[in-house]
């Protein structure tokens, strides 16, 4: 069965410190990848993803990923954090060909010291 | 314009009454989903319909209905609330067969059981 797994509950970085959110999946073909984030009170907004190609994918708010198959894992990464980056970070995964079963991990809650 | 909006935003009702939540894109999209959110920002997919058909119904107690008038519309009717339906539950769409297959979330609407 799929699964994603995202091992930091919480993280807390300064302003303008690098930040890199991990995310490790489980699925037997090539999977989709996702990242979305949500800020209080809001719907999820699809930050990047992944389908196929180049494995370094770029997304919206200077955040990238990089999939790396032997390692089962699609990390988030921007090299410098605002203040409005603090929100929960969802990794997810779906099922190729499929209707967007999208599967999440429990998310990463991002706290942004001044 | 909002592309994908749930209505109401917040919904606070009595156990064993019976609620509904509606949920609209104007997106053009044939694809609509609704997303349960707990209290520990897990999210999980209850149901997606393809052109105003039931495509993914996962273990949802049957007290959950969704329908869909039309392909711009998936409502949620809810019967017999119980405590631990108190959730946020997001709407999303999605384009099937473009091959950037990604969802567009609205959002949500938190429920609160007492």
């Known amino acids: 069965a799929q699964s994603v797994t995202q091992p930091d509950i919480h993280i807390t970085v300064s302003e303008g410190a690098s930040l890199e959110l991990r995310c490790n999946y489980s699925y037997g073909a090539t999977p989709y990848l996702f990242w979305y984030v949500q800020s209080p009170g809001q719907g999820l907004q699809l930050l990047l993803k992944y389908f196929s190609g180049d494995t370094l994918v770029q997304g919206i708010k200077g955040f990238e990923a990089e999939f790396k198959r032997s390692q089962s894992s699609f990390n988030l990464r921007k090299p410098s954090v605002h203040w409005s980056d603090a929100a929960e970070y969802f990794c997810a995964v779906g099922e190729t060909g499929g209707y967007n079963k999208l599967i999440f991990g429990a998310g990463t809650r991002l706290a942004v010291h001044p | 314009d909002t592309a994908v909006s749930q209505t109401p935003k917040y919904l606070v009702t009595q156990m064993g009454n019976d609620k509904s939540i509606k949920c609209e894109q104007n997106?053009?999209?044939?694809?609509m989903y609704w997303y349960k959110q707990d209290s520990k920002k897990f999210l999980k997919i209850m149901f997606s319909y393809n052109n105003k058909e039931l495509i993914i119904n996962e273990t949802v107690p049957n007290r959950f209905s969704p329908k869909s008038p039309d392909k711009a519309h998936l409502n949620l009717h809810i019967n017999s609330l119980e405590l631990g339906d108190s959730a946020v539950y997001f709407c999303a769409s999605s384009q099937f067969g473009t091959g950037d297959e990604k969802l567009f979330f609205g959002s949500g609407t938190q429920l609160s059981v007492l």
């Open positions: 997106l053009g999209h044939d694809t």
